[in-house]
């Protein structure tokens, strides 16, 4: 940037050129409308001394005097500060020019057709509608010039100060059409791109370009500029970038903390201002506010203290208080939702925040993005890539400041060390990000943070009298609500209040959820009805175990218990149904259900068909204290319970075609879920029945394996629904999960010894997970194609004959075993060239001719990592640590580990090799009347082929070749 400085004697000159941002010194920028014929002094009229004479040189004359009397030596002025003949020049000016705008300490709107007769003449409202009228507000660039800076001051001819964007801000919103938020500084982002676009509408630019290059800054968005092209494409250039960011926002979004943060605070009853003003007076947190050094605070306090609110009240706080450019990013962890209980959850959601607020940023991951898509964000590797981004991303000089907001770290599971320690790296490494966390009072936690350099530690502990004070704030409050709903006299709501002011130990959540429960009685006996309320969190939850057990619904309270205790997940209403054999058939009378989980006292909750621990103090509270109580056999016999109803259910609903596709090649993109949803009870069984049955047998002692016999359940459903539950994967989007699963249970036959018929069964359907699995997840319908290229001696197609596809027939026939092609690994975008597995064979390394070479689970054909080389390698092998690969290219580092146990995968592996009735033009299905019919396994893609009549005949790279007849009785 270059900018003009004046001197003592009122002269100006153009400075140096400024690289980068941080040495810009602060400066004044000038926002006006061009003069015709040549009047404006240009860059080489300033390097030679001339212009003086050109009118648009009173305009350089203003700005320097109004900056001089605002204190600022520098200036900027876009007539002659850009050197124009120099196109790199003005095509990075352009694309900094809203940034430029922006930064500057002032912004003068030099309004040169609005002279002082309009001011004087007449009062406000003739003066407000000459205005409108200036040009200034028709042309295209000045809608940024209008939007970007902090302080903006208009000018009229003479250099009379008519107003700012603040004062005129209704003229203003009147003449533009554009909403007071924004011009008071409402991030732009939160706008849609539509909605910017139209304020542009009505404005006019010299170049047809210039109306879509001039929106650049607005929509945060960078691209080369072509002019010549037309307004057309360059608005085609710009959606196009606009598009690949939505992608990748969706594919980074797990869920949104702003959407979290909205339900917790509903959930929870609604903020209470009072009950968490406190902090805000606190010397630590005024420490952590005020002191650009102290990048870190710690709220730490036991359960029920107040934290979350807390970190809910700050956030409201800042984001009132805080300058618009400033940041607010924040998490909220919960244990028992298997979403948002790891660290890669957390950095997602972080991330998703900021980018969503600077949608510019997300340059930095489009690289990897584009080239991987959504496994960046999901497999193996996913918290390297995400920690490299993040770590880039708070360094990016346009972030002014960051604040990062994680409540309950003592519920991040997974991961929790590697979050803590990316926490402590960047806050002392970047002076723009502040952190703020919360957790229980955790030594681990403690230990981590202590490497930290300026942290401040909030112990609720050790605020008592502060905490007790909201706490006393919260119980009035809640007891005045009782009041009013219960109809209490003022006898019985003192007798409330001061027993909840006594007993309630300066812990919020005691007093919650006795006030939950108040709220649920009538006012008859109420003094006597409190006694049932214990002081402490222990003693209420135990008392509220009492209470199930006296019930006359002791056991189906005690199962509910147990089975929302073991899930790995919140099951829905309607999941519970087909996990609790007392709830059997009430899928459709979920009133009932609900009834069911109300008599579990307050222990649990239901939050939009969902079931939830009220809080992980009472989940903790149950495995800790009341363990005979629910699982009085063991909670082994409970994952047993849920893994023989999953079978029972699962056997009852799953079919061929629960959705009623049809379309053999319909895509999993194309397909809508149906309402009501045939498959709704079932999900959680579908995904998890493995897991449960693996946990079972984890307790030699109470394991039956009669289970795994010949005959047994398992062997039986395999035989029988195996290809429904393939399809009801595919429709859950969870194949890679399923393909795990089916290991884990060859395992546990291998390991338990079962007869041999099922583990024939079972390794068959292995390797028909394994070997389709690409195809049913894109399609779910191919579940059945796939049978067609299954071999003949298949234990899976023999029990499925029934299911193929018919009237089209395979020539020459399968063969009769599987193949030694285990699984085929897309997601090389040309020729795979060399391959390697690791020396524990639990992984595969390919390279290919796109220039990536890629790391594969060989167990499960997840993509765990991708690297970009710089040519072509021949070959590749893995160094004995398993940490390198060896190429002809030099050493490339591959840090992923597998997710899955070693397994031996002995057979050689092949890759898609994309060589080349009708196919279609990726060579990867064969078509029928343009339909996708069938999805072509790698090994039966073409080189060649050739149609006549319903017969395509196809070459294949082994040399092979092979037909595929289509009948007319297909279906
Ligand atoms: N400022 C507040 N406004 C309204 N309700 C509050 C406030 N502070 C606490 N509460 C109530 O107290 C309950 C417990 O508070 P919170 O969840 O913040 O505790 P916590 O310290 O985060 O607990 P844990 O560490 O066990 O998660 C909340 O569910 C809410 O009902």
Not at 41 to 64: S, W
Request: aromatic share 10%; glycine share 6%; proline share 3%.
């Amino acid at each position: 940037m270059r900018l003009l400085r004046c001197n003592d004697t009122g002269e100006f000159s153009l400075s140096e050129v400024f690289a980068n941002d941080e040495t810009i010194p602060p400066y004044a920028i000038l926002s006006h409308t061009w003069l015709e014929d040549a009047q404006e002094p240009t860059f080489e009229d300033l390097t030679k001394g001339t212009g003086r004479a050109k009118l648009g040189y009173k305009k350089l004359q203003f700005c320097g005097e109004q900056a001089y009397y605002d204190g600022l030596q520098y200036f900027w002025v876009d007539t002659c500060c850009i050197n124009k003949s120099n196109f790199a020049e003005l095509s990075q000016a352009i694309n900094s020019m809203f940034r430029w705008y922006r930064n500057a300490a002032r912004c003068y709107v030099y309004l040169s057709d609005f002279k002082d007769r309009c001011i004087v003449d007449g009062l406000r409202s003739p003066w407000d509608s000459e205005l409108g009228r200036s040009k200034w507000f028709t042309r295209g660039w000045t809608l940024q010039e209008l939007l970007a800076p902090r302080s903006l001051e208009f000018f009229s001819y003479d250099g009379i100060r008519l107003g700012d964007r603040s004062s005129l801000r209704e003229q203003i919103k009147q003449i533009t059409g554009v909403p007071v938020s924004a011009l008071q500084g409402t991030r732009l982002s939160q706008f849609s791109a539509d909605e910017r676009f139209l304020w542009m509408e009505r404005r006019q630019t010299k170049r047809p370009e210039d109306k879509v290059y001039s929106m650049l800054g607005i929509l945060d968005v960078e691209i080369p500029l072509y002019y010549g092209e037309g307004a057309g494409n360059a608005a085609k250039r710009v959606q196009e970038v606009i598009d690949k960011r939505e992608i990748c926002l969706r594919d980074l979004r797990l869920t949104d903390p702003y959407d979290d943060k909205k339900r917790i605070e509903n959930t929870k009853g609604g903020l209470l201002v009072d009950s968490y003003r406190w902090v805000l007076q606190n010397p630590d947190f005024q420490q952590w506010r005020d002191n650009s050094q102290s990048r870190l605070l710690w709220i730490k306090g036991d359960p029920g203290k107040g934290k979350t609110m807390v970190l809910c009240g700050i956030i409201n706080e800042l984001s009132a208080s805080l300058a618009k450019t400033a940041h607010l990013c924040y998490f909220f962890c919960q244990a028992t939702d298997s979403r948002i209980n790891g660290a890669t959850a957390v950095l997602r959601g972080l991330l998703f925040m900021l980018l969503s607020q600077q949608p510019s940023l997300i340059a930095h991951l489009r690289k990897k993005h584009d080239r991987t898509g959504k496994v960046l964000f999901e497999d193996a590797n996913a918290w390297v890539a995400l920690c490299d981004i993040f770590t880039d991303i708070v360094q990016d000089p346009s972030i002014e400041i960051a604040y990062f907001f994680i409540d309950a770290l003592d519920e991040c599971i997974i991961d929790l060390p590697r979050l803590l320690d990316l926490i402590v790296q960047t806050s002392s490494a970047s002076s723009q990000v502040k952190w703020i966390m919360s957790s229980r009072n955790w030594p681990d936690i403690e230990e981590r943070l202590e490497r930290a350099g300026d942290k401040v530690r909030l112990s609720l502990e050790l605020n008592a009298d502060s905490v007790s004070a909201a706490v006393r704030s919260y119980i009035e409050h809640k007891v005045s609500q009782l009041a009013r709903d219960k109809k209490y006299n003022d006898q019985m709501q003192r007798a409330v209040l001061d027993y909840l002011q006594t007993n309630a130990n300066d812990t919020f959540l005691w007093a919650a959820l006795v006030c939950q429960n108040l709220n649920q009685m009538s006012q008859v006996n109420i003094v006597k009805k409190l006694e049932a309320f214990p002081p402490g969190l222990d003693s209420l939850y135990n008392q509220m175990i009492q209470r199930i057990n006296k019930s006359n619904d002791v056991d189906i309270c005690r199962r509910v218990l147990a089975t929302v205790a073991v899930v790995y997940r919140p099951v829905t209403l309607q999941e519970l149904t087909s996990l609790v054999e007392e709830l059997d058939g009430m899928a459709e009378e979920l009133g009932l259900v609900r009834d069911i989980v109300d008599l579990c006292g307050s222990l649990l909750t239901i939050r939009d068909g969902t079931i939830y621990f009220v809080h992980q103090s009472a989940k903790d509270f149950l495995l800790r204290e009341a363990l005979d109580v629910i699982f009085p056999s063991g909670s082994k016999v409970v994952h047993y319970t849920v893994f023989f109803r999953s079978l029972l259910a699962m056997s009852a609903t799953l079919q061929r075609d629960v959705y009623r596709l049809s379309a053999l090649g319909c895509s999993i993109e194309q397909t809508k879920q149906p309402n009501p949803d045939p498959l709704a009870a079932s999900w959680y069984l579908c995904i998890y029945w493995i897991d449960h049955l693996c946990d079972w047998s984890s307790d030699s002692l109470i394991f039956d394996a009669s289970v795994l016999k010949n005959g047994g359940i398992v062997d039986s459903f395999i035989r029988k629904k195996y290809l429904y539950w393939l399809e009801a994967l595919s429709l859950y989007r969870t194949m890679s999960k399923g393909v795990v699963s089916m290991s884990r249970l060859e395992a546990l036959i291998k390991e338990r010894a079962a007869a041999s018929s099922t583990m024939e069964v079972v390794r068959d359907a292995r390797r028909f997970i394994t070997y389709h699995k690409s195809a049913i997840e894109s399609s779910p319908l191919q579940a059945y194609g796939a049978l067609l290229f299954s071999p003949t001696r298949s234990v899976i197609r023999a029990l499925f004959k029934d299911e193929e596809p018919q009237g089209i027939v395979i020539k020459p026939g399968m063969q009769e075993q599987w193949s030694s092609c285990l699984s085929t690994l897309e997601g090389h975008s040309n020729s795979v060239w060399s391959v390697a597995f690791s020396h524990d064979s639990t992984r595969l390394a390919s390279a290919s001719y796109d220039r990536t070479v890629k790391v594969w689970d060989a167990h499960s054909g997840e993509c765990l990592q991708t690297v970009d080389v710089e040519k072509v390698l021949d070959h590749i092998s893995f160094d004995s640590s398993g940490n390198y690969l060896n190429t002809d290219g030099g050493v490339v580092s591959v840090s992923a580990q597998s997710t899955t146990t070693p397994a031996s995968v002995s057979a050689e592996t092949r890759i898609a090799q994309y060589q080349g009735i009708a196919l279609d033009r990726a060579c990867t299905w064969i078509t029928y009347n343009s339909q996708n019919l069938l999805k072509l396994p790698s090994e039966y893609r073409p080189s060649c082929s050739k149609v006549l009549g319903n017969v395509i005949a196809l070459g294949v790279g082994n040399g092979r070749v092979w037909m595929c007849e289509v009948g007319r009785n297909m279906s």
